[in-house]
């Protein structure tokens, strides 16, 4: 998959945008995003908003990463955890009970940036970088 420190600085580079800027949407516009999805929205933004900072802040740690991914190794397990637990939770209740589109999408991403991740960080373990 990847072969080079260079592919791990971009990886990384692209998980930071990726995540940064899904979080500042939802973060900024969540009203505009149910709806264009057609997603009855919770009852209060709270729930969504807070969740999109916690986005935004994985953003810039994967930014960090990118810029220094043998000396900030040691953050590519959040990243994996990061991404784990959403999976968990989406595909979980996506088999369990049904849930919207909206979420799908970001699952299956998330499940091959934690493939991805877990690859990086052996590689980097490694010194292969």
């Known amino acids: 998959m990847m072969n080079s420190g260079a592919a791990i600085k971009v990886l990384f580079w692209f998980a930071g945008l990726y995540d940064a800027a899904l979080g500042l949407v939802f973060l900024l516009a969540p009203a505009g995003v149910f709806a ?70 970001f699952a299956v991403f998330d499940a091959v940036f934690a493939l991805l991740f877990l690859q990086a960080w052996r590689m980097l373990e490694e010194g292969a970088a």
């Open 36 to 105: 264009w999805f057609g997603v009855v929205p919770p009852n209060h933004y709270g729930y969504v908003r807070f969740p999109a900072a916690l986005l935004v802040i994985f953003g810039l740690m994967f930014f960090a990463v990118a810029l220094d991914p043998v000396r900030n190794r040691n953050l590519i397990p959040f990243g994996i955890m990061l991404k784990l637990a959403y999976c968990g939770v989406v595909f979980g209740y996506w088999v369990a009970s049904g849930l919207p589109t909206l979420w799908k999408p």
